[in-house]
């Protein structure tokens, strides 16, 4: 019988691509894919370590494998494997490897299971000689989008990050093995590609003459048969002109522009090690909509970070207001072990953390219904995701969610879909023939 093996995965995009190549990577070998939450040989726990909470929950997924099948030989891998291998060790993964030195982990495995001899730690230094860990998908989990790994590693070193010691120095994977996984991918069916990076925008500085990031957007956007290219997390001083040029003149490229802003105060983003100013960052976002048709612009936030005041927290609440992305991903600050902020005075307590997180939430809920409202009435392509209870459920190119009645067939596909109405920042629609045959009523009638 095939051996199997089961992998899990925590954190960003980018753990969630290298866990696809890393399935299939087993795969080749032989190895049948199974359900992390059922018994396995061979168990892989792509770990997090962003926060205390990816921390703790690497450690639960660890124990919950081992608990599952107390013979199973378990890899811990990923950014908490890399900055914390004592720990991961501690509580029973068999092999530790890290960010670096996974395209042979599946060879390494089958080595390490002939000898079972005691836990092993592969976590590799990073040097000036690392490159690119190339772990190459030809599909995904989903059957709609695929994302493509183009880039790894971090400089910036902001006070309250500890990417830059988990994921070492930036590496550009080259273009040409870019375009030809786009292709690949594009033929096998997925019709929507998003770019994903530890530092998106810092693509390029390693190779030769410096490409910039516009420049590989472009090649890509080019490959046939590829109806969307969407771009990941890019920080805000990296919006160039030329991108934002690009985004404007392309059919393929999606106007939406994640810009994580961490904090709407201009003190706390100069202890954040933050590299511009709320002024700056206005004035981009303000650029960008000028010049993008229908941009949607979302962002990240922190709150609680050490020595943010009451005054600081509401100036930052009220650039979030005036801004008006379209949606928020709000993060309580968690103190990094070996980051300059974990040693700052003045920690904010949790439930100061937690009142605060709660009213950015609340807006996010007033900014998601303001923006989504705009559509109402419009008809506009939704990816279709998922089919569930005989509603199709997927994205728009500026990221709104729509339902609509829908069936399995759809799924993958492009759909035009007139929308009906807004709540709670989702939209409801029907299929554009469906909506004209009913007046423009919402067909479901279930609602």
């Not at 599946?106 to 772990?135: K, N, W």
């Not at 805000?236 to 105060?265: F, N, R, Y």
């Amino acid at each position: 019988m095939a051996k199997t093996v089961a992998f899990a995965t925590l954190g960003c995009k980018v753990n969630q691509y290298e866990t696809e190549g890393l399935a299939e990577q087993f795969a080749r070998r032989g190895y049948d894919i199974v359900p992390f939450g059922g018994p396995a040989d061979v168990y892989v726990v792509n770990t997090c370590t962003v926060t205390h909470i990816g921390d703790k929950k690497s450690r639960q997924l660890i124990r919950r494998a081992r608990r599952a099948n107390p013979a199973a030989f378990i890899v811990a891998t990923g950014c908490y494997a890399q900055v914390a291998p004592d720990e991961v060790e501690a509580v029973g993964a068999d092999l530790v490897v890290g960010t670096r030195g996974r395209e042979h982990l599946g060879e390494l495995v089958d080595e390490r299971l002939g000898r079972r001899d005691g836990p092993q730690r592969a976590v590799a230094e990073f040097d000036a000689a690392c490159v690119f860990e190339e772990l190459p998908i030809s599909r995904t989990a989903g059957r709609a989008r695929a994302y493509i790994k183009v880039q790894e590693g971090c400089r910036d070193f902001c006070t309250y990050c500890i990417v830059p010691h988990a994921r070492g120095p930036l590496r550009s994977r080259p273009p040409e093995r870019v375009l030809e996984e786009a292709a690949r991918l594009v033929a096998h069916g997925y019709v929507e590609i998003v770019l994903t990076g530890t530092h998106l925008g810092a693509w390029g500085r390693d190779l030769a003459g410096t490409p910039p990031l516009a420049d590989l957007v472009s090649r890509v956007a080019e490959v046939p048969g590829l109806l969307r290219l969407r771009l990941s997390s890019i920080e805000p001083l990296e919006i160039t002109p030329a991108l934002v040029g690009l985004m404007a003149s392309s059919a393929v490229i999606c106007p939406h522009l994640h810009i994580p802003l961490q904090s709407g105060d201009d003190e706390v983003l100069r202890r954040m090690g933050r590299r511009y100013t709320t002024r700056e960052y206005a004035l981009l976002v303000e650029h960008a909509r000028s010049r993008i048709r229908d941009l949607a612009v979302t962002t990240d936030v922190m709150v609680g970070f050490p020595g943010e005041t009451e005054e600081q927290f509401a100036r930052s609440l009220a650039f979030v207001r005036r801004t008006a992305f379209s949606g928020l991903h709000v993060f309580k600050y968690s103190p990094r072990r070996g980051t300059p902020a974990a040693a700052f005075p003045a920690q904010v307590p949790a439930a100061v953390k937690e009142k605060r997180s709660d009213a950015l939430l609340a807006l996010d809920g007033d900014l998601r219904q303001a923006f989504a409202s705009r559509y109402v009435g419009r008809t506009v392509e939704v990816l279709v995701e998922e089919v569930r209870g005989g509603r199709a459920a997927g994205l728009t190119g500026n990221y709104l969610r729509v339902s609509f009645p829908g069936n399995e067939g759809m799924i993958g596909r492009l759909q035009k879909v007139r929308l009906l109405r807004t709540e709670e920042g989702s939209l409801t629609g029907a299929v554009e023939s469906q909506a004209e045959a009913s007046g423009g009523k919402d067909t479901d009638t279930d609602q």
